[in-house]
């Protein structure tokens, strides 16, 4: 009898699994492929790194995966240090066993735009490349994922679990679906401005709003 195919899910937000929008994202992704017969089991990068215990579980289910999938906000145009720490002892303990890896990156940002996660996701394909892994292709959300309904979201995970299954790469289609920026723009800048106004009289640096102190220090 054949075995089931295994996916892990490497979740890399600080939020944890529960929280965080791209683990909640990545997790109906994981179900579908539970549902088409696949094995699957989610990790939260974070917690793993607090004991070598946990890093070597994350590493071994890694290594042993057919899939690995990772899911991640941008942090000024990159991956959370945390993520890049994990990338890092993947690398230093990778092998070549001769079993194909699969690698798929989701990225998650705040900015409407999506393309904001593409130098993340270049980083993603190269360390792809660095470990003997198969890119299996990058989905990015802007807007946190708000311009994108739970109903296109399963259209995004149909059309990729299918492409995964044939072995391709996520398809244009989905990668253009999933890049939606939210429909009222203006509406979410003036939320997301709200929000910045609210902690920053919060942390009594309401003034400083507009700072820009490298750029004031090449000036003086
Ligand atoms: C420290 C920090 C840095 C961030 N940097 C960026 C950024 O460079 N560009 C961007 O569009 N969003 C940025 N964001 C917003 C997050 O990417 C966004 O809120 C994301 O949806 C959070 O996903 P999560 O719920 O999975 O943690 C940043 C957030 C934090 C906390």
Same mark, same amino acid.
């Given at each position: 009898?054949?075995?089931?195919? &295994?996916?892990?899910?490497?979740?890399?937000?600080?939020?944890?699994?529960? @929280?965080?929008? =791209? =683990?909640?994202?990545?997790?109906?992704?994981?179900? +579908?492929? &539970?549902?088409?017969? $696949?094995?699957?089991?989610?990790?939260?990068?974070?917690?793993?790194?607090?004991? &070598?215990?946990?890093?070597?579980?994350?590493?071994?289910?890694?290594?042993?995966?057919?899939?690995?999938?990772?899911?991640?906000?941008l942090y000024v145009d990159s991956?959370?240090a945390?993520?890049?720490?994990?990338?890092?002892?993947?690398? #230093?303990? @990778?092998?070549?066993?001769?079993?194909? %890896?699969?690698?798929?990156?989701?990225?998650?940002c705040g900015f409407p735009e999506?393309s904001h996660?593409?130098t993340a996701?270049?980083?993603?394909?190269?360390?792809?490349?660095?470990?003997?892994?198969? $890119? +299996?292709?990058?989905?990015?959300?802007?807007? %946190?994922?708000?311009?994108? =309904?739970?109903? #296109? $979201?399963?259209?995004?995970?149909?059309? %990729?679990?299918?492409?995964?299954? @044939?072995?391709?790469?996520?398809?244009?289609?989905?990668?253009?679906?999933?890049?939606?920026?939210?429909?009222?723009i203006?509406?979410y800048m003036l939320a997301g401005n709200l929000m910045w106004r609210r902690q920053a009289k919060k942390n009594k640096v309401r003034q400083r709003l507009g700072a820009c102190p490298y750029a004031e220090r090449e000036h003086s």
């Amino acid at each position: 009898m054949n075995r089931a195919k &295994q996916a892990v899910l490497l979740v890399g937000s600080p939020k944890g699994l529960a @929280r965080s929008t =791209s =683990s909640r994202r990545a997790a109906v992704l994981l179900d +579908a492929l &539970q549902d088409r017969g $696949w094995a699957v089991s989610k990790l939260h990068i974070h917690a793993a790194l607090r004991s &070598q215990e946990d890093t070597d579980v994350l590493l071994a289910a890694a290594a042993s995966a057919d899939l690995v999938i990772l899911a991640c906000p941008l942090y000024v145009d990159s991956l959370p240090a945390p993520v890049i720490r994990v990338l890092e002892l993947l690398h #230093a303990a @990778r092998t070549r066993d001769g079993e194909e %890896t699969r690698f798929l990156t989701l990225m998650n940002c705040g900015f409407p735009e999506a393309s904001h996660n593409d130098t993340a996701l270049a980083i993603c394909r190269l360390f792809a490349r660095a470990m003997g892994w198969t $890119w +299996a292709g990058g989905i990015a959300l802007g807007g %946190t994922g708000m311009g994108v =309904s739970g109903a #296109a $979201w399963h259209k995004v995970v149909r059309l %990729t679990v299918d492409a995964l299954e @044939r072995g391709e790469a996520v398809p244009d289609e989905a990668v253009a679906l999933a890049a939606r920026p939210p429909t009222k723009i203006w509406l979410y800048m003036l939320a997301g401005n709200l929000m910045w106004r609210r902690q920053a009289k919060k942390n009594k640096v309401r003034q400083r709003l507009g700072a820009c102190p490298y750029a004031e220090r090449e000036h003086s």
